[in-house]
């Protein structure tokens, strides 16, 4: 079973930057659509971005759209987002997750195993 861990959350100004990381331990990384998913208080978790397991392919969620940026080195087991020009609305807890297929979704069902989420809040 692979398992998640994110970090790099924190408090930061509006316009500033942040990069997480999400850890992954388990054999099946490399060949796993990566994406991350945040939740804000009293609202459903949406999803954010996703990476093939090439990192040749990403998707992104229209919000954040040319502001963030997802990757993955293969050879570290670790997929990151960096974010840039973060808005209060950015602020959440941000969650890797993991889908053991080839194909990339905004679905969160769809998404195999979870990291238990990092932080971010962003000030005005």
């Known amino acids: 079973q692979v398992q998640l861990v994110e970090s790099g959350g924190g408090l930061v100004q509006a316009g500033g930057s942040l990069r997480l990381s999400c850890a992954a331990s388990?054999?099946?990384?490399?060949?796993?659509?990566m994406g991350w998913f945040r939740q804000a208080p009293g609202k459903e978790r949406e999803f954010v971005t996703a990476?093939?397991?090439?990192?040749?392919?990403?998707l992104y969620a229209d919000s954040v759209k040319g502001r963030f940026t997802i990757s993955r080195d293969n050879a570290k087991n670790t997929v990151y987002l960096q974010m840039n020009s973060l808005k209060p609305e950015d602020t959440a807890v941000y969650y890797c997750?993991?889908?053991?297929?080839?194909?990339?979704?905004?679905?969160?069902?769809?998404?195999?195993?979870w990291g238990q989420g990092t932080q971010v809040t962003v000030s005005s």
């Open positions: 990476i093939s397991w090439s990192g040749g392919n990403a």
């Open positions: 997750a993991g889908r053991l297929a080839a194909t990339m979704t905004p679905t969160s069902t769809q998404y195999n195993y």
């Open positions: 388990g054999r099946t990384f490399s060949s796993s659509v």
